[in-house]
């Protein structure tokens, strides 16, 4: 369909000039590709728009060649329609294992993300349980290699239907569409005339923020408010990261468009105490709302959930490292994507409208000096996680205080009413 031009005419660029530039900034900002790299590209089929800019984009930066790999909601569905139930314990190894070997050869990543949040709402959980494991297992492989940022990779969004009904559930559908457009271009910076400029200044933001994190060396993290009362104790010689980084290849990328987040790994048995979830996760077509769950050194003994109760305990049975934790991240409050006042439905937004943690793999890279020579037995000294999942979900708002805890057990605000302090 075509999308119409907002605001007075003139003033502000058209739908195909706004998608061009996320396009632009995606493989600019979110890859850096260099000339001569391979892309894998992932998408769903109604992102088919934007994937085809992305692909020109790509070719206009060097590639060598892209590769798209596309996802079918209603394929999706047929399987759980139709398969027998001994086939939800299979997955695809054969091509999870080539994207791996393809990052290993200097391949870049880009992922569209723009899935129907309530896709599998309703179907059997057993179902849905087995074949999130299968494909966890067998992702494995590639999923070490990004977690570890072994190559430059990225992950946006395209506005689908499915998605925009979800979020604009109260109008028409195409109005839905123009809307969550909208909000993606607004959150991924390209409504200027500049959007990679616009990125070089946020990206030097969250550096000020992770420089001062890193110059203290906290011990600790204190997340305090309704329902929340935790101690998220931090890997040993960890490193927050935010906005740009350097990937293990030497390109400097952004992993997600957008972001407001900085983040570090947290040690996977020093947390302790109870958190309540602020906002709801859609893991991977389950809506999983009203999260409880207590910690003790450093893992889950007590789980609930309002809506998706179910899913959540299946997830946190997946491994022994997904009821522990392998990241902690802050957002303030008053984040770009908070301020729209919307609920995405969509980890990539809404874990950058606040404060979260995720449970599962912990990331490589945020380790001093980027974790370089680092092997699986010196992360795990250090306290990081290992598990087949990294599920973000949300423990931030404007009720919940951060204090950062010192060695000798010193409190200094860092967050206050879900702003900086």
């Not at 902690?328 to 950058?352: K, Q, R």
Request: charged share 20%.
């Amino acid at each position: 369909m075509t999308v119409a031009v907002h605001g007075a005419q003139g003033a502000a660029p058209s739908f195909s000039e706004r998608l061009d530039r996320l396009a632009e900034v995606a493989v600019k900002v979110g890859l850096g590709l260099r000339p001569g790299q391979e892309l894998i590209l992932t998408a769903p089929l109604e992102s088919v728009g934007l994937a085809r800019a992305i692909t020109a984009q790509a070719y206009k930066a060097g590639a060598s060649l892209v590769t798209t790999l596309y996802t079918d909601d209603v394929a999706t569905l047929a399987r759980f329609s139709h398969a027998n139930t001994e086939a939800f314990d299979t997955a695809a190894g054969w091509l999870f294992n080539g994207m791996a070997d393809a990052y290993r050869n200097g391949a870049a990543r880009l992922a569209i993300s723009g899935d129907d949040p309530s896709l599998l709402t309703g179907q059997d959980p057993d179902k849905v349980s087995r074949a999130n494991r299968a494909r966890s297992k067998a992702y494995l492989p590639a999923l070490e290699l990004i977690a570890g940022f072994s190559t430059n990779w990225t992950i946006v969004s395209a506005a689908t239907l499915p998605w925009a009904r979800t979020v604009f559930s109260d109008l028409p559908e195409d109005e839905a569409l123009v809307k969550l457009w909208d909000a993606i271009f607004s959150a991924s910076r390209v409504d200027g005339p500049d959007a990679v400029a616009a990125w070089e200044a946020h990206n030097a933001h969250l550096r000020s923020r992770t420089e001062w994190l890193n110059g203290h060396r906290f011990a600790a993290l204190r997340f305090r408010g309704p329902g929340t009362d935790l101690t998220v104790g931090l890997a040993d010689d960890h490193e927050w990261c935010g906005g740009a980084t350097t990937a293990k290849n030497g390109i400097v990328c952004n992993a997600n468009i957008p972001t407001e987040e900085v983040f570090t790994t947290p040690h996977k048995a020093r947390v302790e105490g109870h958190v309540t979830s602020t906002k709801p996760l859609s893991y991977q077509g389950t809506l999983i709302d009203g999260i409880r769950v207590t910690f003790k050194e450093g893992r889950i003994v007590e789980a609930s959930a309002r809506t998706g109760n179910d899913v959540l305990a299946r997830v946190l049975d997946t491994d022994e490292g997904a009821a522990r934790l392998g990241e902690v991240a802050l957002v303030p409050a008053s984040s770009a994507i908070s301020a729209s006042g919307l609920l995405f439905y969509n980890t990539l937004y809404d874990e950058n409208a606040a404060s979260h943690i995720a449970l599962g793999q912990a990331y490589s890279k945020c380790f001093r000096n980027g974790g370089e020579g680092l092997s699986e037995d010196d992360l795990a000294a250090r306290g990081a996680n290992r598990s087949l999942i990294h599920i973000d979900w949300m423990i931030g708002s404007a009720e919940i205080d951060v204090d950062g805890l010192a060695a000798d057990g010193t409190a200094i605000p860092v967050m206050r009413k879900g702003e900086w302090a």
